[in-house]
């Protein structure tokens, strides 16, 4: 049986404030009942121990890991850094603050301490910016004009939603490195990419599967840091609403494919990496005016249409290409519409043209 620490915990806080309890009781100055004075304590003691023993020592461990857990790395480098340097600066103030006259003379360096330690935190989380894109220009990070946001390029999170893991794409974009940074993955997420993978429905279960499987693939990419955290938000149910907030805490995009995360991430002022939008932006631009090659495939909805693909899955829709389903044919494009759906194009087959290749 596995012992948890927080049990651990609770067993030796009993023990302590039983034996505690118990001598306190016994040194109680009472004729001839010291023994049940010892006894009573001691089962007070050990009570006590047992009940409040987590909230002194794991509950707030807890709290302070959970308060850190939502600070990004590079605000926490910086922190850091800015409390050394301002204790530095204390310790090299103390000497002559020590020689003032008393009582002066003995506050004025806890004060200092104080006062220096929250400044530098403040200074160096303020311009934390800067400071990462100095570092970087001297690390030979930066390329040659050492700008601040390449280490913030570098180093910043993206948090990936479940919509994006089970679509798949996520995975060979990472590998052309136009993702740079760590793919931070709640564990929220994976428990709903995990409900999804157990599910009764077997189209739900192969998506979950699939996004599964996507991970694993993203985790052995070696130029790609992929994180699952344990990080939460309290009092949030919805995964999109815990994502959001957890963003906007972090300070770093969503990385998503659901249109209602989109829009709701947007009006809060979150930044949305939206992965149907970037391969809307990078399709082919066909104009109209133009000539196109394509193999009609399908029957459109409307009377006489045929339907065929460009290599990056933009639908042509062909007016007059029922006739020569299964035929590569040139088209002349007639109309290109942009939908939320993605990009659709419309032309013709030149019907004298064609006749005269059948001929």
Known sequence: MKLSFEFFLRYVGMLALGIGGAYWGYMIPDDGVSIENAVLFGVIGSLSGLI?????????????????????????????????????????LSLPLSLLPDPIGKIAPFVTMLFFGYFGVSLFVMRQGDIMGLLSALSGRGGQGGSSSSWTNLNRNILLDTSVIIDGRVADIAKTGFLPGTLLIPRFVLNELQYVADSPDSMRRQRGRRGMEVLADLQKQPNLLVRISDINVEGVREVDDKLVVLAKQLQCPILTNDYNLNRVAEIQGVTILNINELANAVKSIVLP??????????????????????????????????EYIGEYRELNITKVLQTAAGRMIFGRVEEDKADKKKK
């Open 289 to 322: 005016g133009e000539i196109l090659r394509i193999n009609i495939i399908q029957e459109g909805k409307e009377h006489g249409q045929g339907v065929g693909f460009m290599e990056d899955g933009t639908m042509v829709v062909v007016e007059n290409g029922k």
């Open 52 to 92: 409040v023993t987590p909230y002194f020592t794991t509950r707030p461990a807890r709290k302070v890991l959970s308060v850190f857990g939502r600070v990004s790395g590079e605000s926490l480098f910086a922190g850091i850094t800015g409390l050394v340097v301002g204790l530095l600066i204390t310790a090299l």
